[in-house]
C-alpha cells in the first residue's frame, strides 16, 4: 500500500524558514518524481515543485521560486521542502504527492498545516 | 503560469448528467495529453478520478468520464450520486510544472 506522511509543518513568523519532510512508502520511490502541492484554507490546490526520480530536472511555481528547494534522498524513500522566507501567503495544507508515469498525481498524503503569521 | 479556467459551482439531480470544462491555453491543456482531474471531500486529500484526459484509475467509477477539445478539457459524471458532492479540480502538466484550475463545486440537489 503507497503511504506518503508529511511532517514538518506548523506556526512560523514572516521572515522565517521551515522544512518539510514528506515519507514514502510502499512503491519504488526512486523510480518516481515527487511534487509539492498546496491548498490555503479555503482556496484551491496549487502546484509548489516538482522533482524527478534523480533530481536531474526541479521545477517551482513562480510564487515560491527563489525561497523554496526541493529535494530527496532516495535511500531514505523522502522527500522534502525547504521554505524560506516565509510569507503570509504561504499559510497552506502542504500536500506530497506521488507522479505517476504520465503527468498526474496518483498518490496523495494528508498533508502537513504551514502556517505564516506573526 | 495562469490557473486553468473552471466554473465556481454546478449541480445536478441524483440520476442526472453534469459537466465541468476546464480551459487553459495552447502552451498547457491544448499541447498535451497530460490533463487529469482530482475529487476532493471536504478535510480530505485529493483523489486522482481521471488521467492522460479520459483514463480512469483503476477502482474509480465508469460514470466518470473525461474529453478535450483543443484547450479545453471536460469532466463528466452520469447517474450523478449523493457521494459525488464534493470539489474538483482539473490539472495540466507541461514540462516538469502543472497548473491547477480553480476548482468545482459539484452540489447534487
Known amino acids: 500500500e503507497v503511504q506518503l506522511v508529511e511532517s514538518g509543518g506548523g506556526l512560523v513568523q514572516p521572515g522565517r524558514s521551515l522544512r518539510l519532510s514528506c515519507a514514502a512508502s510502499?512503491?519504488?520511490?526512486?523510480?518516481?518524481?515527487m511534487h509539492w502541492v498546496r491548498q490555503a484554507p479555503g482556496k484551491g490546490l496549487e502546484w509548489v515543485s516538482g522533482?524527478?526520480?534523480?533530481?536531474?530536472?526541479?521545477g517551482y511555481a513562480d510564487s515560491v521560486k527563489g525561497r523554496f528547494t526541493i529535494s530527496r534522498d532516495n535511500a531514505k524513500n523522502s522527500l522534502y521542502l525547504q521554505m524560506n522566507s516565509l510569507r503570509a501567503e504561504d499559510t497552506a495544507l502542504y500536500y506530497c504527492?506521488?507522479?505517476?508515469?504520465?503527468?498526474?498525481?496518483?498518490?496523495w498524503g494528508q498533508g502537513t498545516l504551514v502556517t505564516v503569521s506573526s | 503560469q495562469s490557473a486553468l479556467t473552471q466554473p465556481a459551482s454546478v449541480s445536478g439531480s441524483p440520476g442526472q448528467s453534469i459537466t465541468i470544462s476546464c480551459t487553459g491555453t495552447?502552451?498547457?491543456?491544448?499541447?498535451?495529453?497530460?490533463v487529469s482531474w482530482y475529487q476532493q471531500h471536504p478535510g480530505k486529500a485529493p483523489k486522482l478520478m481521471i488521467y492522460?484526459?479520459?483514463k480512469r484509475p483503476s477502482g474509480v467509477s465508469n460514470r466518470f468520464s473525461g474529453s478535450k477539445s483543443g484547450n479545453t478539457a471536460s469532466l463528466t459524471i452520469s447517474g450523478l450520486q449523493a457521494e459525488d458532492e464534493a470539489d474538483y479540480y482539473c490539472?495540466?502538466?507541461?514540462?516538469?510544472?502543472?497548473?491547477f484550475g480553480g476548482g468545482t463545486k459539484l452540489t447534487v440537489l
Open positions: 504527492a506521488k507522479k505517476d508515469r504520465g503527468g498526474s498525481f496518483d498518490y
Open positions: 510502499g512503491f519504488t520511490f526512486d523510480d518516481y518524481a
Open positions: 522533482i524527478s526520480w534523480n533530481s536531474g530536472s526541479i
Open positions: 495552447s502552451s498547457d491543456v491544448g499541447s498535451y495529453n497530460l
Open positions: 492522460e484526459v479520459s
Open positions: 490539472c495540466s502538466y507541461a514540462g516538469s510544472r502543472a497548473v
